[in-house]
Structure formats: structure tokens, C-alpha cells
């Protein structure tokens, strides 16, 4: 199964800065999800962008997906101390029953 | 009101044991998984359900067998351990049949170390 590849894998930035991931993948999708993991827990659902979708926001994130270069970006604005955790994209193709997940980002939120 | 809750949370022991994992959901969904999370993070599914019925099995040692009791219940019984099973094994359940844009909920994990 294909895997979402985030890049850059570790990001370390200041209170208050905006925190962009990427995320590349390879075959045809039916969508692409986002996850936050803090240290020692499970992941957690932050938002999904179906293939026909190009932008989706929910609160300070903002999601674009670019079918055509098979990517994702995940952007945090005005970042808090509290966003410090790994992020992980999946995404899940056609007739496919199973999320396939990326490597994650390590983001650091320095206050 | 946890959603997604496993036991136990740590689980240290001998190569060679059998161990289980037990996991259950609160959230009325109808599909459950087990994923592996390995040191580098790197999250791996394992096994679905679908109302107690098998829809994924991927290439694991059949040392692991899962089982689902009902579809609120999805327990991991490991034989034999070996050192490579060594990881954090995450507990998911979704709505509906899993092939849908429905996001999976996560337990906390059980961090499983082999002596």
C-alpha cells in the first residue's frame, strides 16, 4: 500500500510563527487526512480533504491538497506551545478499506 | 467517557510469552483496527473488523491472532513474543464500513517491550 511522505520531518519555530508540512503521495486517492499525535498518546483526527477538494480550514489549520502533484500541505497559524506533537498525514485510495499513513512531522512550538 | 480505551497501557515481559491486548470503544462505530507504531513512528495497519467480521489482514506473523468479540471489542492475543514485536500498538475504530471518509478514533496505546 502507498504511503504519505510529510516533509520536513522535524520543525522547530517560535510562539506565534506559522508551521507548514508537506505531505507527497503516489497513487489515486479518495482523500487525505491529517492526525496530530501528542508524546505518549493516540493520534488524533484533525481534518480531512476529499480528492475534489483543493482548500479546507478548521480553526488555524489550513489544508490545501494538489491532486495533479499528488501533495498536501498542512499549515498551523499562529502557533502555540500547545501544537508541539507529531503530525501525520494518510490518505486512502479507491476501493481501498485502509488508511495508509505517512512517517510523521515532529513540530516544536517553542514558547 | 473514554472513547477508544486499550489495557494495559505498558506491557513488559519475556521473549517467548503470550500476551494479550485488549481494546474497546465506546462510540457505537462499526469498524475497528490494530495498528504497530515502530520507534521511528512509523504506523502500520495490522488488522480490521467490520461488526466482528475480518475485511483486513495484512502480512503479519500469524503469532498474532486478533479477536472480536462484538463489534464494541477487538482484542490482540500475541504468541510467542520475539524482540522485533517491540512497539506501540494503537486501537482505532471508525463508522461505518472503513472504506468510507470517515476519520478513525485512537486509543492511547499499549507500549509493548520484550526483555
Known amino acids: 500500500s502507498q504511503q504519505g511522505e510529510e516533509d520536513p520531518q522535524a520543525l522547530s519555530i517560535q510562539e506565534g510563527e506559522n508551521a507548514t508540512m508537506n505531505c507527497s503521495y503516489k497513487?489515486?486517492?479518495?482523500?487525505l487526512q491529517w492526525y496530530r499525535q501528542n508524546s505518549g498518546r493516540g493520534l488524533v483526527h484533525l481534518i480531512l480533504i476529499r480528492s475534489n477538494e483543493r482548500e479546507k480550514h478548521s480553526g488555524r489549520l489550513r489544508v490545501t491538497l494538489d491532486t495533479s502533484k499528488k501533495s498536501s500541505s498542512l499549515l498551523i497559524t499562529a502557533s502555540r506551545a500547545a501544537d508541539t506533537a507529531s503530525y501525520f498525514c494518510?490518505?486512502?485510495?479507491?476501493?481501498?478499506?485502509?488508511?495508509?499513513f505517512g512517517k510523521g512531522n515532529q513540530v516544536v512550538v517553542i514558547p | 467517557d473514554t472513547a477508544v480505551s486499550q489495557t494495559p497501557k505498558y506491557l513488559v515481559t519475556q521473549m517467548g510469552n503470550d500476551k494479550s491486548i485488549k481494546c474497546e470503544q465506546n462510540?457505537?462505530?462499526?469498524?475497528m483496527y490494530w495498528y504497530k507504531q515502530d520507534s521511528k513512528k512509523f504506523l502500520k495497519i495490522m488488522f480490521s473488523?467490520?461488526?466482528?467480521?475480518?475485511?483486513i489482514n495484512e502480512t503479519v506473523p500469524n503469532r498474532f491472532s486478533p479477536k472480536s468479540p462484538d463489534k464494541a471489542h477487538l482484542n490482540l492475543h500475541i504468541n510467542s513474543l520475539e524482540l522485533g514485536d517491540s512497539a506501540v500498538y494503537f486501537c482505532?475504530?471508525?463508522?461505518?464500513?472503513?472504506?468510507?471518509?470517515?476519520?478513525?478514533?485512537f486509543g492511547d496505546g499499549t507500549r509493548l517491550s520484550i526483555l
Open positions: 482505532a475504530s471508525s463508522q461505518g464500513s472503513g472504506g468510507n471518509n470517515q476519520p478513525q478514533h
Open positions: 462510540l457505537g462505530h462499526d469498524t
Open positions: 497513487t489515486s486517492i479518495n482523500n
Open positions: 473488523y467490520n461488526n466482528k467480521e475480518l475485511i
Open positions: 494518510a490518505t486512502r485510495d479507491y476501493g481501498n478499506n485502509r488508511l495508509a
